[in-house]
């Protein structure tokens, strides 16, 4: 592995950046050319991404150098240098691997969009935004791509900025994670003040020998890796900072596929494994667990009355996410990445379907106007269905192995965590099969005008998505067989500490437990929903509680927003702008309203006084230079 091939891997998707984003004008009248450009961009930083996972899969060491110091001082250096281990290697395979499937996609998706390149331009900025996250040897380059991706977070998700809907959301996705991002700088500042460093290998070699300034005493490192906890809070929708993803299904769709479930969010569950080293040291691991395993249930019972879409696969999103910081935060990090990767695979599937649905039914989301669509559309259900078994837990498909593995190592960490684990997998598999019964299933509720139109998606869409289920049918086979001893696990044991909690107990129980689990979730869905439409209206409290989402929004707008807003309104226009800024303007036009007044006198029109006036200045002019000088 060499540095060359990571500059290329990098350089790549700036380069498609920075074509369609400077010659974009050029090139609307063929807007085909603009779309595959973006895809070759990325398409070659999957080629140098498998070449980089070959090196390291052949026994190559960590590639670990430093290109340069970005910034000096007098005790410290910030350099721009890549880290590509095991980790790394797999983060790039899906950030690149799904990333090109969903720009290809993308092609036949936004077909006739005004902003066509515009789009992809700003799909290969994330591209590379999230490339340097990873690559990063130090905490700042992290935090570089950290900001990068939430920068085309926010561009992507105000994509259409003539919505109201969706500059509101692009607003609220940016000021949510700015909060995160808060938490995630104070966490860098307490470790560079405790290790005078921002680099990985020096902070968790220090960190190892207990080499490092207790800058607030035996807490140092509890307070650190709680904060830089708060930014993966941020940028990966966990509770309390969940609220900005649902609203983010308001850009386009393949944006969510990418963006909202298979790379950005999962930047905090990387950022908490890259980081295993402190958190083990510093214990706070429970604290991501019981984080994690509350947003699991939280947003899964969200999602069980939820009828647009996209918006359950968000919750969907959400709560696995949750699953992720569970498996993390309980010391199964390489469970928690194993989950990362597969659910990169199914849920980008399951949002790209969605998409391959929305372009049929002309842009339709509500479930309840669909209905029968298996007839119409049959590649899309196959592949949906495909990727709705995997998130499911389904014997043998990819989510089956990644969530047994943590709901395993669940269970040597807290039998609660494990249980509100498994409760949340019965809720996945049913909210997911309501989505699919009721669109997919039973007679057709589509209106007429929209039904003569229906059919399957253009090749262009479905061949990405027929791909896509492989390695959401196979991937975890693949690589969790054996369980804990599986390949994935010795892949990747260089990188991390070994766990404080040991999976314990039978393996193969666990497995059938979740797996009779996740088939009661189909089951019961089958049941309700194989010949039902859910209700236009909630019928009880809690079906009411549930389908306006706890009012979390309406609480935190009655708590935060409002307040602020009239705070704001108050400060800034009654007291800045009409008191202080008004009042100096008014008083200056006192002021000259006086001089002027009073100057007026003096212009009284009579020529005599005018003249007497100029010999008594003259004669005051020459007394002062004859007397005085």
């Known amino acids: ?57 052949g026994g190559a060491a960590p590639f670990d150098e430093t290109l340069y110091e970005w910034i000096t001082g007098e005790s410290f250096a910030f350099n721009i240098g890549f880290r590509v281990d095991a980790l790394t290697s797999m983060m790039l395979l899906v950030i690149t691997g799904v990333g090109f499937l969903i720009h290809v996609y993308s092609i036949g998706y936004m077909h006739g969009d005004a902003g066509y390149t515009r789009y992809f331009a700003y799909l290969n900025l994330f591209v590379f935004a999230m490339l340097i996250l990873v690559l990063g040897n130090n905490y700042l380059m992290m935090f570089v791509g950290w900001e990068g991706v939430g920068l085309c977070s926010y561009l992507l998700i105000g994509f259409w900025y003539e919505r109201q809907t969706a500059t509101d959301a692009g607003k609220k996705a940016f000021i949510v994670n700015r909060i995160g991002d808060f938490g995630f700088l104070l966490g860098m500042f307490t470790l560079f003040a405790a290790f005078g460093t921002l680099d ?11 080499n490092f300034q207790k800058v607030f005493g035996a807490s140092t490192l509890v307070i650190a890796t709680l904060l830089l906890f708060v930014g993966a809070i941020g940028k990966s929708a966990q509770i309390p900072l969940y609220v900005w993803l649902p609203d983010a299904m308001e850009g386009p769709t393949p944006v969510s596929a990418l963006i909202h479930a298979a790379t950005m969010v999962t930047a905090g569950v990387y950022m908490i494994a890259r980081s295993a080293v402190l958190y083990n040291i510093a214990h706070t691991g429970e604290v991501v667990a019981w984080i994690g395993v509350l947003t699991a249930f939280f947003a899964a019972t969200i999602a069980l009355t939820q009828n647009d879409i996209k918006r359950i696969l968000a919750y969907s999103t959400v709560s696995q996410l949750g699953y992720m910081f569970l498996g993390v935060g309980v010391g199964a990090y390489a469970s928690g990445i194993f989950h990362l990767v597969t659910h990169a695979f199914f849920k980008g599937l399951m949002f790209l379907t969605a998409g391959s649905v ?112 492989i390695p959401s049918a196979l991937i975890g086979l693949l690589l969790g067989w054996g369980g804990h001893d599986s390949w994935l696990h010795h892949f990747t044991k260089s990188v991390f500490p070994e766990a404080h909690h040991d999976a314990s107990g039978n393996m193969i129980l666990f497995m059938v437990i979740s797996s009779v689990v996740g088939l009661a979730g189909i089951a019961f869905a089958w049941s309700r929903y194989r010949d039902r439409t859910p209700s236009d209206e909630p019928t009880n409290a809690l079906h009411k509680l549930l389908a306006n989402k706890y009012y979390v929004d309406e609480v935190y707008n009655a708590l935060i927003v409002q307040p602020i807003k009239n705070g704001s309104h108050y400060l800034l226009w009654r007291i800045v702008d009409n008191g202080i800024i008004d009042g100096i303007v008014n008083g200056v036009g006192a002021i000259i309203r006086f001089i002027g007044g009073t100057l007026r006198r003096f212009q009284t029109g009579i020529v005599q006084a005018y003249i007497v006036s100029m010999v008594l200045g003259i004669v005051l002019f020459l007394a002062y230079y004859l007397f005085f000088t």
């Open 358 to 469: 929305m372009h049929a039914m002309a842009n339709e989301l509500d479930m309840r106007k669909m209905g029968g669509l298996k007839a119409k559309m049959p590649i899309t259900h196959w592949t949906f269905l495909v990727g709705a078994l995997a998130i499911a837990g389904f014997p043998f498909l990819s989510g089956f192995w990644s969530k047994d593995e943590i709901l395993h190592s669940a269970w040597g960490s807290s039998p609660i965590i494990y249980v509100i684990g498994l409760v949340t997998a019965f809720l996945t598999a049913f909210y997911m099969f309501r989505l699919i019964f009721v669109t997919f299933y039973g007679e057709s509720r589509v209106e007429p005008e929209v039904a003569s139109h229906l059919h399957e998606s253009p090749s262009v869409m479905w061949v990405p998505l027929a791909i896509l289920a």
């Open 200 to 210: 990985f290998t020096s902070i968790f070699d220090a960190a190892e020998a207990d």
């Open 1 to 57: 592995m060499t540095i060359e091939l990571i500059v290329v891997l990098l350089a790549a998707p700036l380069v498609g950046f920075l074509i369609n984003g400077l010659l974009g004008k050029w090139l609307k009248g063929n807007e085909q050319l603009s779309g595959w450009i973006g895809s070759l961009a990325v398409l070659v930083s999957l080629v140098c991404s498998i070449i980089a996972f070959a090196s390291l899969h």
